[in-house]
């Protein structure tokens, strides 16, 4: 699963800069690492953000969560 996570992000943030999108300068967390643990989310804990984002901070992979 952490794979899987790291493989989403990555595809994410590169198609986010394929667009051009702009990032908000107050944010502390990027739109592609809110993307994904949306995307985890649905994928692997059946759409309970609360799980996916405990699973992000708990392997360190969302530095700001």
């Keep these: ?3 899987k996570t790291i493989v989403i992000y990555a595809i994410i943030d590169d198609l986010l800069k394929a ?3 702009k990032e908000d300068c107050r944010t ?3 739109d592609a690492e809110i993307i994904t643990t949306a995307f985890v ?3 692997f804990f ?3 953000q ?3 984002c405990s699973y992000m901070k708990d392997h360190q992979l969302i530095p700001n969560m």
């Design 46 to 48: 059946n759409g309970n």
């Design 50 to 52: 609360s799980r996916a």
């Design 28 to 30: 502390e967390m990027t």
């Design 41 to 43: 989310a649905a994928m």
């Design 1 to 3: 699963m952490l794979n």
């Design 19 to 21: 667009i051009a999108h």
